[in-house]
Nanobody
């Protein structure tokens, strides 16, 4: 069983920045960030592999968000810059022991979610 504890959400104005953190109780094959706005499905945002040297992003956040991993601390970060109102959602950290994937169904552990609200 892997436990994930997220922190770092909040309210920010458009153009601002936030950093999300996700502390894991164990190292996993891959970790990812997903987000879910009201009435929408849970969408892929970013992923990182076990060693932290391979990443990928959704087109909507590419160039603005950066995912990173502190292997020693079993912690993953999501640095979010140039935030837009469309980025408003609950952000979830997820861990996969199965695959390095953009599909939320491949992630078997989830954090509690943290709200990110971007005002215009």
């Amino acid at each position: 069983q892997v436990q994930l504890v997220e922190s770092g959400g909040g309210l920010v104005q458009a153009g601002g920045s936030l950093r999300l953190s996700c502390a894991a109780s164990a190292r996993t094959y891959a970790m990812g960030w997903f987000r879910q706005a009201p009435g929408n499905e849970r969408d892929f945002v970013a992923r990182i592999n076990w060693s932290g040297d391979t990443t990928s992003y959704a087109d909507s956040v590419k160039g603005r968000f950066t995912i990173s991993r502190d292997v020693a601390k079993n912690t993953v970060y999501l640095q979010m810059n140039s935030l837009k109102p469309d980025d408003t959602a609950v952000y979830y950290c997820a861990a996969s022991t199965l695959a390095y994937s953009t599909n939320p169904r491949m992630y078997n552990y989830w954090g509690q979610g943290t709200q990110v609200t971007v005002s215009s």
